[in-house]
């Protein structure tokens, strides 16, 4: 399996041949892992950690993603001595980031739903070089959604792109009209950077207008402009987002942030013992 390679690559990369320390005190037999939070959290990937060290012959318990959790133990591993001792610090590793991001993620929906109670929380794709598939799940355990998964899943136009095909401001509705008729099945998503002239006119073509570094005065009397330029328009807004997520919240569809993949590691630690 896919998910199986990657951690195939986290463990060898820690371990690629033998556990000198385990060979020299000669340490043998069955054993207990436990990882344990010495905060609140949110859990996140402990079911993917568990299908793969199942497979590795140990015998596992935990705390399910999406599941709130005091300080204590969040997972269990049971089996051979050599194993544990070989998996216990990437295991430990691994779920202090995904359950950090659950959590940030669970702290953001909650902020911005006090203000705004059908708003999204959704992610960008700046995850981790190898941890997407994770980082994503973590978010969604938190609450959140995924603004976008990879390049090839909608179109989001952006200045770069524009500048790049040498549209000029004012004609950027030539390059959506060019999308809108080859992918009429697929969400156009257009992205706006601050002070641009006759937003409106962008708001016209697109699905989903994405509103990067506005202020919250800004999207004040903006917002209102663009919804009556395209009632079924979903507005988006980007940008230094994230502790004053409920000051954005009012004036938004969707928040997309990536601050959640950033949050501190949670304070775990791991204890192993034999049986």
Same mark, same amino acid.
């Given at each position: 399996?896919?998910?199986?390679?990657?951690?195939?690559?986290?463990?060898?990369?820690?371990?690629?041949?033998?556990?000198?320390?385990?060979?020299?005190?000669?340490?043998?037999?069955?054993?207990?892992?436990?990882?344990?939070?010495?905060?609140?959290?949110?859990?996140?990937?402990?079911?993917?950690?568990?299908?793969?060290?199942?497979?590795?012959?140990?015998?596992?318990?935990?705390?399910?993603?999406?599941?709130?959790?005091?300080?204590?133990?969040?997972?269990?591993?049971?089996? #051979? @001595?050599?194993? !544990?001792?070989? =998996?216990?610090?990437?295991?430990?590793?691994? $779920?202090?980031?995904?359950?950090?991001? *659950?959590?940030?993620?669970?702290?953001?929906?909650?902020?911005?739903?006090?203000?705004?109670?059908?708003?999204?929380?959704?992610?960008?794709?700046?995850?981790?070089?190898?941890?997407?598939?994770?980082?994503?799940?973590?978010?969604?355990?938190?609450?959140?959604?995924?603004?976008?998964?990879?390049?090839?899943?909608?179109?989001?136009?952006?200045?770069?792109?524009?500048?790049?095909?040498?549209?000029?401001?004012?004609?950027?509705?030539?390059?959506?009209?060019?999308?809108?008729?080859?992918?009429?099945?697929?969400?156009?998503?257009?992205?706006?950077?601050?002070?641009?002239?006759?937003?409106?006119?962008?708001?016209?073509?697109? #699905? @989903?207008?994405? !509103?990067?570094? =506005?202020?919250?005065?800004?999207?004040?009397? $903006?917002?209102?402009?663009?919804?009556? *330029?395209?009632?079924?328009?979903?507005?988006?807004?980007?940008?230094?987002?994230?502790?004053?997520?409920?000051?954005?919240?009012?004036?938004?569809?969707?928040?997309?942030?990536?601050?959640?993949?950033?949050?501190?590691?949670?304070?775990?630690?791991?204890?192993?013992?034999?049986?």
């Amino acid at each position: 399996m896919r998910l199986h390679r990657l951690f195939d690559l986290y463990f060898e990369e820690d371990c690629p041949y033998i556990d000198e320390t385990c060979e020299f005190l000669e340490i043998e037999g069955s054993g207990r892992m436990e990882i344990l939070s010495r905060e609140p959290g949110i859990a996140a990937c402990t079911e993917d950690l568990g299908e793969y060290l199942t497979c590795k012959g140990l015998k596992v318990h935990y705390i399910r993603s999406g599941e709130q959790f005091e300080p204590g133990r969040i997972f269990l591993a049971e089996g #051979d @001595l050599k194993k !544990l001792f070989a =998996y216990w610090r990437v295991s430990q590793t691994f $779920l202090s980031i995904t359950c950090a991001i *659950a959590t940030k993620t669970r702290e953001l929906v909650e902020k911005a739903r006090s203000v705004n109670p059908n708003v999204l929380i959704a992610t960008t794709r700046k995850t981790h070089p190898g941890m997407r598939y994770f980082e994503l799940k973590a978010v969604i355990a938190g609450g959140g959604a995924v603004h976008r998964n990879s390049l090839s899943d909608s179109i989001l136009v952006t200045p770069n792109h524009l500048r790049v095909l040498g549209v000029e401001v004012g004609k950027v509705e030539a390059a959506v009209e060019a999308i809108r008729s080859l992918r009429k099945k697929c969400m156009r998503h257009v992205e706006i950077e601050p002070n641009k002239e006759d937003v409106e006119r962008y708001a016209e073509y697109a #699905d @989903l207008l994405l !509103l990067d570094h =506005y202020s919250p005065e800004e999207l004040e009397t $903006l917002v209102p402009r663009l919804k009556a *330029a395209n009632p079924g328009l979903k507005v988006a807004i980007a940008g230094n987002v994230g502790e004053n997520v409920a000051d954005y919240a009012k004036y938004a569809d969707v928040i997309v942030t990536s601050a959640p993949y950033y949050a501190k590691p949670l304070d775990l630690t791991c204890r192993i013992e034999r049986v």
